[in-house]
């Protein structure tokens, strides 16, 4: 069974459709990640996922049940990183997930998880005392702390300085590696690329490109920017196999020091994805 | 964890929270004991037509005016608040139930309110003297507070959902707190001094009754010739308290929402 199946999926406000028709499968203990610019609809189709929000139409299944309706034995198998909570302010790290721990039927022990997202230093400190990258620390914990078999992060990364980023992308890569399916949203192309098993970009409200890192959009397929130095001028050729291009420069002495070869980035790529769509 | 666990834990989360922000306890909390030092003190030495020491009055309205900001404001501001916070939201990704959520909130005004008549007859007892009632009064202060706290929780709750900006909740919910308290005879005793409609309108509402009920149990039984009527009326204390009580759920269950922004 798959942990995630959207069939049409489709919310509207107002007449507007904030999500026009979205198909998406996730499978058991992969890392999805969901890319697309604000408003694309990513974070209404997360929180319609997560049972937070109504759907107008389409099928959803999640764990093998429909969020809209599911109940605490489901919630008690997915886990929920916000994206902007503020709430526990006057409560130490310990006692909020402690709190909120106790609510799971199978929980992990709160100072292990503490220790996970690096907070063991600031256990007993108020919640409000923490910085911003913390404090989102205290949600990926309160997120994990149930021992989901469905993790949902909703941008989990905002805020965190460089080496925390690097930390939690490892403890990310462990909860993937003990089976925990993860569906990220993100606006970091570096983050999806080093994490995502597979992804797909969402634009006015429809998926608009889907694969792995490698591939998204015809990434591997697009041809190769070749370019070097040639009589102090710098020359450049676009082509799909750069081989035939490289021993002819080879054998004609030109000079190769300035040499590169580059295929779109996944940042190339996504702009190109959602630029299209404008 | 049971839902009975899950809502003991709420509670005890609801009170720590509580207790830890300062200005709460301060300007909610303890105000009332303040309004009371001060009235009692300004007006305490003067005896009314019946005999009774102002300050003793007061003390005994001034309960209905401690019930309606811990049970009524405090439910009010905090689910308005949570809402803002993602303190629901963040409850609602959880197995835990929103009844647990809801007696967490009902603990800790259940708590509150019990703290706040306990502080209030204790400055009545201390600084002016009141006698504390006979032991049958007791009977009926459990009935009209325990309906008091339940209509004035209920209402909070339901209200709540009328806040746009958690920011503003205490500012709004405050206004029809104090507007009460001068009509319905808590602040300016005996009721009779307003005009007609006032008394009426006044009468909707469950604060006069809530101070009516109060001063029956700590005023002797032949100062009820200062209410309304000339009577201590407890059953229409029960009966409007009830209304209420019955009103209030009905509101909570078409207005309840977990979260500020539309579904």
């Not at chain 1, 929980?107 to 503490?114: A, L, T």
């Not at chain 2, 007892?125 to 006698?131: A, C, E, H, I, K």
Request: proline content about 4%.
């Amino acid at each position: 069974m798959e942990a995630i199946e959207v069939t049409g999926l489709r919310k509207t406000y107002n007449g507007r459709d904030a999500v026009a028709g979205i198909d998406l499968v996730v499978a058991r203990g992969e890392i999805f990640s969901l890319l697309g610019p604000n408003g694309a609809g990513k974070t209404t189709t997360v929180e319609i996922l997560e049972g937070h929000r109504r759907r107008t139409a389409g099928d959803v299944r999640v764990l093998g049940e429909d969020p809209g309706k599911a109940g605490s034995a489901w919630r008690s198998r997915i886990g929920i990183v916000l994206q902007d909570a503020d709430d526990a302010a006057d409560l130490t790290v310990h006692e909020t997930v402690r709190h909120i721990a106790g609510f799971y039927p199978s929980p992990r022990k709160p100072d292990e998880v503490i220790e996970l997202v690096g907070l063991t230093a600031k256990r007993n400190d108020k919640i409000r005392t923490l910085s911003g990258g913390q404090r989102r620390r205290v949600d990926v914990a309160l997120g994990i702390v149930g021992s989901p078999e469905l993790l949902f992060l909703d941008e989990p990364t905002t805020g965190f300085d460089p080496e925390a980023r690097r930390q939690f992308w490892e403890l990310i890569r462990t909860l993937a590696g003990d089976g925990t399916t993860i569906v990220l949203t993100t606006h970091y192309l570096d983050e999806a690329e080093a994490l995502a098993d597979r992804l797909a970009v969402v634009a006015d409200g429809r998926i608009v490109a889907e694969g792995t890192p490698a591939t998204l959009g015809g990434r591997a397929a697009s041809e190769a920017r070749v370019s070097w130095t040639e009589d102090g001028l710098v020359r450049s050729e676009q082509v799909a196999d750069p081989s035939d291009l490289i021993r002819h420069l080879v054998t004609s002495g030109a000079d190769l020091t300035t040499l590169t070869i580059t295929r779109p980035t996944l940042e190339d790529t996504y702009l190109d994805l959602i630029g299209a769509t404008r | 964890m049971s839902t009975l666990a899950m809502s003991t834990s709420r509670g005890q989360v609801e009170i720590k929270s509580f207790l830890r922000d300062r200005t709460a306890v301060i300007f909610t909390f303890f105000f009332p004991a303040l309004l009371l030092l001060l009235f009692g003190t300004i007006f305490g030495s003067e005896s009314t037509d019946g005999g009774v020491a102002v300050s003793r009055i007061f003390t005994a309205s001034m309960i209905a005016y401690g019930v309606m900001t811990t049970a009524f404001v405090t439910m009010g501001t905090g689910l308005a608040l949570d809402r803002e916070d993602g303190t629901l939201k963040r409850l609602r990704g959880t197995p835990m139930p929103a009844t647990a959520y809801l007696i967490g909130k009902a603990l800790l005004v259940l708590v509150l309110s019990i703290a706040e008549a306990i502080v209030l007859i204790l400055v009545g007892v201390l600084v002016f003297d009141m006698p504390l009632p006979p032991a049958a009064n007791w009977l009926a202060f459990s009935w009209i507070f325990v309906l008091s706290v339940v209509a004035c929780s209920l209402i909070g709750i339901a209200v709540s959902g009328l806040v746009k900006n958690a920011r503003n909740a205490g500012a709004i919910l405050n206004v029809p707190v104090v507007a009460l308290q001068f009509i319905s005879g808590v602040f300016i005793h005996p009721m009779s001094q307003l005009p007609d409609w006032l008394e009426t309108v006044a009468s909707i509402f469950p604060v006069r009754w809530m101070a009516q009920g109060f001063r029956y149990v700590f005023l002797p039984s032949d100062a009820s010739a200062q209410e309304l009527g000339g009577t201590w009326n407890l059953g229409g204390v029960a009966l409007v308290l009830g209304i209420w009580c019955v009103v209030g759920l009905a509101l909570c269950l078409v207005t309840f929402r977990w979260s500020s922004r539309d579904k």
